[in-house]
Nanobody
Framework: QVQLVESGGGLVQAGGSLRLSCAASGISFSISAMGWYRQDPGKQRELVARISSSGATTNYADSVKGRFTISRDNAKRTVYLQMNTLKPEDTSLYYC?????????WGQGTQVTVSS
């Protein structure tokens, strides 16, 4: 059974930083693409960042480029999202996902709230 467990969310003031972590189990982590999405109530889930299985390729939403950094540690089976210079509009529920063999897996989400 695939499990993705997010942590690191919370409340932070605008301009602050948070680091999200996602620990994976039950999946061949080192060959899985990983990433983060976020979703607000009543809106579609949107891609924040993703990283290839090797870590060589990363992609970011335009709204977070230059502020967020995705990384992974295959030995720890963990993917990270370092979020700097946070803005109130970054407030959302952040989900970790894994993609392998055309199947996607999702975590339960971690709430990030940025106060102005």
């Amino acid at each position: 059974q695939v499990q993705l467990v997010e942590s690191g969310g919370g409340l932070v003031q605008a301009g602050g930083s948070l680091r999200l972590s996602c620990a994976a189990s039950g999946i061949s982590f080192s060959i899985s693409a990983m990433g983060w999405y976020r979703q607000d109530p009543g809106k579609q889930r949107e891609l924040v960042a993703r990283i290839s299985s090797s870590g060589a390729t990363t992609n970011y939403a335009d709204s977070v480029k230059g502020r967020f950094t995705i990384s992974r540690d295959n030995a720890k089976r963990t993917v990270y999202l370092q979020m700097n210079t946070l803005k109130p509009e970054d407030t959302s529920l952040y989900y970790c996902y894994a993609s392998l063999n055309r199947r996607d897996y999702w975590g339960q989400g971690t709430q990030v709230t940025v106060s102005s």
